[in-house]
């Protein structure tokens, strides 16, 4: 698309300041809507070096209302930043509802230019672009609004413009040694570019092409277009997203009644296995931290399955310095206003690290599905999306390991009455727990389709039998280590 | 006190290995109780390289919920983190009530081995241990229990250790260019450990020096130490801390009937100045960013007098890649339960950059004080802390400026009216806004006694004449203007 477009001479109204006014107003007034609503802007101006950006960027905001936007610079990745998939940084950035982020370049950039430069190699960089694809899709599937940019100028236009800022002293730093390499390469970049937003022009989330030849037509097709982007969303009600039909290769079928709960160990081969398995996890780890592979375990079971106790002999093997536990509650409110996975992007490991997830993201697909914290459309649009960014994860290099911490009722039962009779568990225990064990058979059957419809090879679940605690703990140790064992190779 | 312990000869008892597996159960016991009393821990390990902190730390939690700890290796200090304030990085690692932070080397470390390789000067040497020791105080006085290790071992001990790592293969990687720099300077950093600690032995945060020279009894320390101090927490109601009379130097007093509210300029006057505001910010934002100077702009102000239009005006003459603007609302839960600064430190700019508040910490000192939201002796205490937080930005080298916006009662309750009258600015009242308008006295009484002891020379007040909001904005994008120049001289 880029490749085809022709660049217009186009006369210059005489009244462009005036356009330009108005339409800094009505944009502020859109805005306002925007918060009224609550709806979530994402906006990304992606285009050549010197074309421009931050200059225009800078002018169509300005009347908007400062508090209920953010804009992001990204040409500079950090060291955390380098150690995270590379998706993180943005993901992190998304904006709460009723607000709107501009990146100041993003994720088109990155991708392109360390293609270019060899920095990935070729199948990278078309997973990458899947990637992003998945990502620009599960963010208007969440009800962001998605609008892309792209600042066009010509090779000749670059060159006049790099060469203009280089004579002067006090403009010769914004000119980067990537631009002008750029500009010695146009043609190279023009197919890359061209290649890369005919893939990535989706309905939910296509192109603008903007000619940025002239800075005020380039502000003025800037703001014209986020108006009738933003106007066209007010006026729709957001539509149930299609539901997507699984790509991704399965593992055999988990049934929960195929499980035998009366297995366990004594007291003494307990104590021995432990032992043993702490040996072992604590020499993986090392190796882990040296190789920079990053380990996501996922706990999630019936209330007084035995998570805590179970997470407590894993880490008893592990290098505090080397893991960290996030014990998962009901979402903040900063949470609760982004897209559902933003709260467990942002607890992602390092490279080399390893999180621990006490109930994770899978909450969607149970609680929030079973209480109404979402739409139906929401949660069976769910496995898809927990499957994309458990690949996410496996694509980055992680190994992901999934627990069903499992017991049957009559046990729950039992340990819920030990609780509440003993004064120093009752803090364990709450008036919901005893709410959503009413639900028990509505739960069954949410766990076996989430078991079913996630339980990929890349990110498989394993259950765990915990009416013997101690034999789910081993059990539990014995996996992490196999799983961390085949890795390494 | 460092330089006068004597290492002892200490006979193992042969029960050592039983001892140590009760203490740890002991203590996992002691952490359930702080998480019932909801009851926040910082644990800071100290000491010599080699002197086996690593280990320790890890053995001494091991039957510890790792759900409701965190262990931060503080080695490494991040390009972001060089960029801020240096107890950022460790005030952004504060527990959550409840839980416990286990620093791996914390602040003392930072100080002690920067001036030794004299990286900062003695003055600022100084002034960060001055930092050191009201940050501990108001961690201590916001109900934090802070104990503080300092593994000890001799010189020595300390030149076997190394050896022996470095003939391994496998664990050479282990010891640093410090470590062995350390070593050949022992008696220097023998004298600087023992002065910082003496300093900084305070009752509220006493240090506790390990000998480190046998493993299993510097773990047995460490955790008998840690029962006894949350012990003696968890039996006495925390006491009032005593409020500290203010040393810091103060402008001369504001009285808010002294300001003439019917000060205005005309439309004309307003464009000219506006725009010749804007471009006077332009320029010197684009110095602050290559100067590296953080600026921090706090607005307060009665709801309903402008702040928001006010910083519009800002920050349209400012690069949207440079600033921030932070509406501040009712804390999140994970805030609600840290350090009441806590959520304003995670919010600081890097330095170059600008941070705008709408509204701030002085929330503490009105609404928080008027509605209850915490004790008296909290906002009592709260006019010094917050006045020592902002000379910690001062004496980072930040710009900080502090708006009061004025308006009067008759203006508020016009704009009110208004507001709830036009249907596109409904969203800007609330039901509360009609209540807290019922206190105007009352919080009329709070300000001045805010104005009054916060009105700092490293901070000062300015009260912005709000009835004509465009003769306010004027008069704060010129103070801002003047700050700016006053320091780049």
Not at 50 to 59: D, E, H, R, V
Not at 103 to 132: A, C, F, L, P
Not at 239 to 255: G, S, T
Not at 301 to 324: E, F, Q
């Given at each position: ?76 990745i950090s060291e955390d930043e380098q150690r995270k998939p590379f998706?993180y ?35 990278q ?159 993986l780890h090392n190796k882990l931290y040296r190789k920079k592979i990053p380990v996501i ?21 592990l290098d505090?310095r080397g893991y ?24 992602l490991p390092k490279d080399g690290h390893i999180a ?37 994860l496996y694509d980055w290099g992680a190994i992901v ?83 961390i064992?085949?890795r390494l190779g």
């Amino acid at each position: 698309m880029l490749r085809d477009y022709q660049f217009e001479q186009i006369e210059i109204a005489p009244d462009i300041e005036e356009c330009l006014e108005n339409a800094k107003l009505e944009l502020s007034k859109k805005q306002m809507l925007l918060k009224e609503k609550k709806l979530p802007v994402v906006v990304l101006f992606e285009g050549w070096g010197a074309s421009g950006i931050g200059t225009t960027l800078g002018k169509v905001i300005q009347n908007m209302d400062p508090r209920f936007y953010n804009v992001e610079t990204m040409n500079k990745i950090s060291e955390d930043e380098q150690r995270k998939p590379f998706l993180y940084r943005y993901f992190l950035r998304i904006p709460e509802n009723g607000m709107a982020t501009f990146y100041d370049h993003g994720w088109m950039n990155d991708v392109t230019r360390e293609y270019m430069h060899k920095q990935i190699s070729k199948k990278q960089y078309y997973q990458r672009i899947e990637s992003i694809q998945k990502f620009e899709r599960t963010l208007v599937d969440n009800g962001y609004i998605v609008i892309k940019f792209f600042f066009h100028i010509s090779q000749l236009e670059q060159a006049t413009r790099t060469h203009k800022l280089l004579k002067n002293k006090n403009t010769k730093w914004r000119v980067s040694d990537e631009d002008l390499w750029q500009n010695k390469h146009y043609d190279e970049y023009l197919s890359l570019y061209d290649e890369y937003m005919n893939v990535t022009n989706d309905t939910y989330a296509p192109w603008y092409i903007i000619d940025a030849t002239n800075k005020k037509l380039a502000q003025l097709q800037v703001l014209e277009t986020l108006m009738s982007c933003i106007q066209e969303r007010l006026e729709h009600e957001k539509q149930d997203a299609p539901l997507i039909d699984n790509v991704f290769e399965m593992r055999e079928k988990i049934h929960l009644e195929d499980y035998d709960l009366s297995v366990n160990i004594s007291e003494e081969t307990y104590r021995r296995e432990l032992k043993k398995c702490r040996k072992k996890l604590m020499k993986l780890h090392n190796k882990l931290y040296r190789k920079k592979i990053p380990v996501i375990i996922a706990y999630e079971g019936w209330d007084a399955a035995g998570k805590g106790g179970n997470i407590k002999r894993v880490t008893s093997g592990l290098d505090p310095r080397g893991y960290t536990v996030y014990p998962i509650a009901a979402p903040d409110k900063s949470e609760l206003n982004r897209h559902y996975l933003w709260r467990f992007y942002k607890r992602l490991p390092k490279d080399g690290h390893i999180a621990i997830f006490d109930r994770t993201w899978y909450g969607r697909v149970m609680v929030e599905r079973l209480e109404g914290f979402c739409r139906e459309n929401d949660w069976q649009r769910a496995y898809n999306e927990m499957n994309e960014f458990e690949k996410e994860l496996y694509d980055w290099g992680a190994i992901v390991i999934k627990f069903w911490v499992q017991i049957d009722n009559q046990t729950q039962l039992e340990r819920f009455t030990e609780r509440q009779n003993t004064p120093e568990k009752q803090w364990k225990i709450t008036e919901e727990d005893w709410r959503n064990r009413e639900k028990w058979d509505l739960y069954e059957n949410a766990i076996e389709e989430m078991l079913q419809k996630t339980n990929t090879v890349f990110a498989p679940w394993y259950v765990l039998e915990s009416v013997d605690k101690k034999y789910a703990r081993i059990k539990a140790m014995k996996i992490v280590i196999r799983e961390i064992e085949k890795r390494l190779g």
